[in-house]
């Protein structure tokens, strides 16, 4: 995750790069940044409790804030000042998340005040794809050495995968995020694309069971 | 030709929604609807093309796995794609005829009953946002004074889509439409909660949340959110049988 971080500072117009896990239970945590000064930046939002990067994981939608001088005395009136300080200047955050199925947000810095171009608004979305498919691998335990090719990006548009998650969900008894989890896992383990699988749930031709 | 009177009806329905807690998921609902009562097409669905320029399902008229799968195969071809790419609408498409044009998505859409197809602009100025899409299960032509009013009603999902939140900034844009892409998924889930709980199908559950929504005057969006956060406030709708 610290990789893509880096990568994605060095690919985008961005000073800096950060990613944060975040729960409805619990402390959120600053999981990888591009540098430690960065990091830095990602961890002030915690400690006063507001900012772009929890904005985007509670609205679902990305936080543009690419003036944080003019953003800081409305949006935030305690972690604009501070992130200037840090010589942040504008701040994007993407939220990784499927549906409501959440699991945090990626935060773009810029020493410059200033919008992110479409094309790199691309980019940016891309790096928050992948980072939110890096999570999802992380948070399942099943060999993740094989069988990765037959799954392809947890995003792909397909309604059934979704409609899926809800199902298993109240099957199981379990948060949509944990039932992503589960419905990833199974199609590793299985080695099939996670479309059919998704399709086999919702045709109840398949039912993942209590326990893995 | 549709009726001036029942027409209008729609464009204050439409017009009215425009407020401040307009809700982009259940205004493309509506417009779907509308749309396909008023041309007695089988179907109407709104598709959003996102930041990547890869067009979404945003809404249908109805719910059918079969239609919504058509909609989504456009992402890659079809009427939908070739009018987002230039900007033009497709009319009067006779899908028997199209296999060559769109070997994908044509002989799905015929599998599906469907035999013509059009799709009208979600343009403002320059700009494509995305395409309106109907099927008709006959090969008559839509008459050119029906074109125009369709496009007139693909031309206030854009309007609508611009007004929220008075969007100047094509930050605004990106930060709306990615929030309704996520909740068009949100949907989906909801979906699958509530197929899971009362043991039916997705398309069922959309019926049942959609009269929900309907009979307690309750938007889409509030309702499907409530079904992942909160389902014990939905009664019936949450409550296995």
Same mark, same amino acid.
């Given at each position: ?85 840090? %010589? ?50 992380? $948070? ?14 947890? /995003? ?6 979704? *409609? ?8 199981? %008894? ?19 694309? /996670? ?12 039912? /993942?069971?209590?326990?893995? | ?125 320059? *700009?494509?946002? %995305? ?21 007139? /009603? ?34 989906? $889930? ?52």
């Amino acid at each position: 995750m610290q990789r893509l971080c880096r990568a994605a500072s060095t690919a985008l117009p961005a000073t800096g790069v950060g990613v944060s896990v975040m729960s409805d239970q619990g402390d959120p945590a600053t999981v990888a940044a591009s540098d430690p000064h960065s990091a830095t930046v990602e961890d002030l939002q915690f400690t006063l409790g507001e900012g772009p990067c929890i904005d985007a994981y509670n609205s679902g939608s990305p936080v543009m804030a690419p003036d944080l001088a003019v953003a800081a005395r409305v949006r935030w009136p305690g972690y604009g000042p501070a992130a200037q300080e840090h %010589g942040v200047q504008a701040a994007f955050a993407f939220p990784l998340q499927i549906g409501a199925a959440r699991l945090g947000a990626l935060d773009i810095y810029r020493d410059q005040p200033g919008s992110l171009s479409p094309e790199t608004l691309v980019e940016a979305l891309t790096f928050a794809d992948a980072a939110m498919t890096g999570l999802l691998d992380a $948070q399942q335990h099943s060999n993740e050495d094989d069988a990765a090719p037959a799954l392809d990006d947890a /995003l792909d548009n397909r309604f059934e995968l979704y *409609q899926a998650q809800g199902m298993v969900a109240v099957q199981l %008894g379990i948060g949509l995020r944990e039932s992503m989890i589960r419905i990833r896992a199974f199609a590793y383990a299985q080695n099939r694309p /996670l479309g059919h699988v998704a399709d086999d749930i919702v045709a109840r031709r398949l039912a /993942l069971e209590t326990d893995p | 030709m549709i009726a001036a009177e029942r027409l209008a009806q729609v464009f204050v329905e439409l017009a009215d929604t425009l407020t401040d807690d307009f809700d982009l998921i259940e205004f493309l609902q509506l417009l779907a609807t509308h749309t396909s009562d008023l041309f007695d097409a089988r179907a109407a669905g709104l598709l959003l093309a996102d930041q990547r320029g890869r067009l979404q399902v945003m809404a249908a008229s109805d719910e059918r796995a079969e239609l919504l799968e058509l909609f989504q195969v456009q992402a890659h071809e079809g009427p939908c794609q070739d009018c987002f790419t230039h900007g033009e609408a497709v009319v009067n498409a006779d899908l028997t005829q199209a296999h060559h044009r769109w070997p994908t998505f044509a002989p799905r859409a015929v599998a599906a009953g469907y035999r013509s197809v059009h799709a009208f602009p979600l343009r403002l100025r320059k *700009q494509t946002y %995305g395409a309106l899409n109907l099927f008709g299960t006959d090969t008559g032509q839509m008459a050119p004074a029906d074109t125009k009013i369709v496009q007139a /009603l693909a031309d206030i999902a854009t309007i609508g889509m611009l007004q929220q939140r008075a969007i100047q900034r094509g930050d605004d844009l990106t930060e709306q439409l990615q929030g309704a892409l996520n909740t068009r998924i949100v949907i989906e $889930q909801a979906k699958g909660m509530i197929a899971q709980t009362h043991a039916i199908t997705p398309d069922q559950a959309f019926n049942m949340l959609r009269d929900y929504c309907r009979r307690n005057g309750l938007p889409l969006t509030d309702v499907a959110n409530r079904v992942i956060t909160a389902p014990a406030s939905l009664g019936e709708l949450m409550t296995p049988a």
